[in-house]
């Protein structure tokens, strides 16, 4: 089955540590999105990339990282510089600007 | 810059009576407009999109949307609610043109509850 899948679906973090969340999508889609969830807020978009080797800040990087090695994979690094890391996180990705996105089913980030 | 507003936070509607999720956008160069829904703790599912063409578009489960250009509007509509389309829904902005970098910008989200 195609599709884009994020784990783990639940995360707890201890302040100060850095977590790695995985995205990958067997689509061959091009462009990959990470996206902050919170109450209220809407998708927040974190980082993107359009292609391999190469992606930019979203609205709210500060205190994430990300890296695009491979086609099929966007994973997302929360730092200990994210002051407040306790979100629901999405990852999607699509073929191009005029194309819908597809989306994981989430990870929860948890701060204990 | 690229936006999204859904103006309001929760629509309530009665089951059987039409209902309308409202989006406004802003965007340089020409959009490209989604509506999305979402289910507790899941991830979005697309519902339609306008591209180019008619300015009615309609999409999965008998959501449509009403392209505006004028009122840079993308208002999502049904003709007739169900109690199972309670959800929050998503309006989402990407654009062509130069300088737009392939973003895709959501809205704040608004929930609809349909009540029996």
């Known amino acids: 089955d195609g599709g884009i899948t994020q784990s783990p679906k639940y995360l707890f973090r201890k302040e100060g540590q850095n977590v790695t969340l995985s995205c990958e999508q067997n689509l061959n889609h091009d462009a990959m999105y990470w996206y902050r969830q919170d109450p209220g807020q809407g998708l927040r978009l974190i980082y993107y990339s359009q292609i391999v080797n190469d992606f930019q800040k979203g609205d709210i990087a500060e205190g994430y990282s990300v890296s695009r090695e491979k086609k099929e994979s966007f994973p997302l690094t929360v730092t200990s510089a994210q002051k407040n890391p306790t979100a629901f996180y999405l990852c999607?990705?699509?073929?191009?600007?005029?194309?819908?996105?597809?989306f994981g089913q989430g990870t929860r980030l948890t701060v204990v | 810059a690229q936006s999204v507003a859904q103006p309001e936070d929760q629509v309530n509607v009665a089951e059987g009576n039409p209902l309308t999720v409202k989006c406004t956008y802003s965007?340089?160069?020409?959009?490209?407009l989604f509506w999305y829904v979402q289910y507790p703790n899941r991830g979005l599912q697309f519902l339609l999109k306008y591209i180019t063409g008619d300015n009615l578009v309609k999409g999965s489960y008998g959501f449509e949307a009403e392209f505006n250009k004028s009122q840079t509007s993308f208002h999502l509509k049904k003709p007739s609610a169900l109690v199972s389309d309670s959800a929050l829904y998503f309006c989402a902005v990407s654009g062509l043109g130069s300088g737009n970098t392939g973003k895709l910008i959501f809205g704040q989200g608004t929930t609809l509850q349909v009540k029996p």
């Open positions: 999607a990705s699509r073929t191009g600007r005029n194309t819908e996105a597809f």
């Open positions: 965007v340089s160069g020409n959009p490209y």
